[in-house]
């Protein structure tokens, strides 16, 4: 068999083994066999590796039944470790994790321009800053992952468009590893938040489910059949710039009426200051008039109902099991959810809503920088014939 081939099965079978131990915790060889269908041999072979490694140790369990107690593999959470950061304007925010996406160190570092050569800088020093304060070892960094908004070309590593930072074909992850020697993936962020939603929920049943974010922008994430779904080059999920009303507003992308020109932070809270008074400040205190005004009020309603009604398209087109929705426009509150959730009973096909969960996820500032460092650990237990196209191994 060509050498090639022999390590690309070699790999397979390594992360197929990596993911067995993960889903089961603590698990015997005897039974990997039994699960992985893989030999005796390669079973014992691969995980002697992974234990070399400090992926895996071996643990002796406290069995009284009388026999020799039976030896468990588990994975070691602190085998290796990852950097995640969510890139955006103005400033670049990071977490150093171990493989269970437990933080040891977070920083927040300013971006004085929009310029790539300056967020390659900030970068690298987030990077240094982070590895310090965690007081890990640079070889036991085992990738950086970016998150950051537009249309991502996560197999070539080119951000293809930035709308907030003004980049076109940027080579982002090229970029990047010749400055930090380790692999490098990036990635649209509403795309690394599903796949921390995947990876690090244990357990999570669903195989089709749907992430939408509300907040600066409107985003969305896809997992089709246990996979994430990224469109031929990157851009699938730009539920923002769906059309929702062709005479509505002037959006970010040029065009009229775009989802997020209508029910984005800033659209809304333009919104008010026409509508309800020229001096609300924010969306905070949007959401704080429409406790006791009518008319601030309406406008939360009109954002709920036009999201919810966007949503029962997205079931009638998709039928997830799971409909989560995220960032930092959730504290919008009872007032846009109520009014969700009724647009979308209205609308939704029947038969499809009843088995559709839509669930208002929590909301912390840690989970971008999370999403980020879940790209880097589910590389690490994705099987190497997407890693091949996916990934780029410093020398
Ligand atoms: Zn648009």
Redesign the pocket.
Known sequence: MPRANKELIRGMNRSLLLNAIKSEGEVSRVALVHMTGLSPATVTAITGQLIKENLVFEKTTGDSTGGRPPILLALNPRGGFVIGIKLMEGQAVGALTDLNATILAKDTIAMEDNQVETALDMITTLVARLIKGSDIRKKQLMGVGIGLAGVIDFNNGIVKQNPFLGWHNIPLRDLLVSRLRVPVYIDNDVNTLTLSEKWLEPGRPEDHFIVITIGRGIGMGIVFNGQIYRGKGGGAGEL??VMVDPDGPL???G?HG?L??LISDRALVGEARRMVSSDIRDLDDLIERAETQADAANILVRAGSIMGGQIANLVNLYDPNLIIISGEGIRMGEIFFSALHKTFRDHVMPGLAEDTEIRIDSWGDDIWALGAASLVIAEIFTSPIQKEEGSIMAS
């Open positions: 923002g710039h959006c970010d992308c065009r775009c997020e020109s």
